[in-house]
């Protein structure tokens, strides 16, 4: 007789898992899309390695706002392994907030993209200052049908994004032991930590410089998340000294 030994992840760490990865495709697509909207920004003597780290830095970035987002969702699950006559409510929670939540930071990725090739940078607190020009940036997107072949494929994705989570969490639960909860749950929380921090080495989390390892400065750039980018302007432009004294 052969021994066979089975050890399945508990519904809150195999949702959460499933959803990064696809998230985490997600994000490399839209990465795809700048690149090549951008290709002519590498010039003739481009080496695919140096593109390769980009992306695989982007990797790095991605997994940062991924772990933000679906730190509560992953506790929420957690809870419900605990408590199963909440479980059902917790997961139809969870389910509604990795949508919204990651709905809007494809949403961010998207707009990312035109604004990146107009500005050659990626999005900032500073395009909420167009906000009190609309007509402008509307002028300027019907100028450019090009950024019209960007909503497609991002309605796409999200429409993709939300019909493969809606199978995920209706798959049903595997029955775990307790200990196995347990101890798959704190697993859990430091990945998401270390995933937050974004390296494993005792320094300060990822920084937006982190990105810069080439001499290439779309490379640098493409790298980073918008959202990452956007949250970090956001808490810089609270910090004391730099705000502009009224």
């Not at 990651?102 to 999005?123: E, M, Q, T």
């Not at 270390?194 to 080495?201: E, F, I, S």
Request: glycine share 6%; hydrophobic share 50%; charged share 15%.
């Amino acid at each position: 007789c052969r021994l066979r030994m089975q050890i399945h992840l508990p519904a809150s760490l195999s949702k959460i898992l499933k959803t990064y990865l696809l998230g985490l495709g997600i994000f490399t697509v839209f990465r795809l899309i700048l690149l090549i909207s951008q290709w002519h920004q590498l010039g003739e003597n481009y080496e695919i390695a140096t593109i390769l780290g980009a992306l695989v830095m982007g990797i790095r970035f991605d997994t940062v706002i991924l772990c933000y987002i679906l730190a509560l969702p992953f506790l929420l699950l957690s809870i419900g392994l605990f408590i199963p006559k909440a479980n059902r409510r917790l997961e139809a929670t969870v389910h509604f907030l990795v949508i919204l939540l990651c709905s809007i930071a494809f949403g961010i990725s998207a707009a990312d993209i035109p604004y990146f090739n107009h500005f050659f940078s990626r999005l900032s607190i500073t395009a909420l200052e167009w906000m009190d020009s609309p007509m402008f940036v509307l002028g300027m997107i019907a100028q450019e049908p090009k950024y019209w072949l960007i909503l497609l494929p991002a309605i796409v994705l999200v429409w993709g994004f939300i019909r493969i989570v809606r199978s995920i969490f209706k798959a049903p639960n595997r029955p775990t032991r307790r200990m196995a909860n347990i101890s798959f749950t704190l697993v859990g929380i430091l990945l998401l930590i270390a995933g937050m921090r974004g390296r494993l080495a005792h320094k300060s989390p990822i920084r937006v410089g982190t990105a810069y390892f080439s001499q290439s400065a779309f490379l640098n750039q493409l790298g980073l998340n918008p959202n990452f980018t956007f949250l970090k302007s956001y808490l810089l432009s609270k910090k004391k000294e730099n705000q502009e004294e009224k």
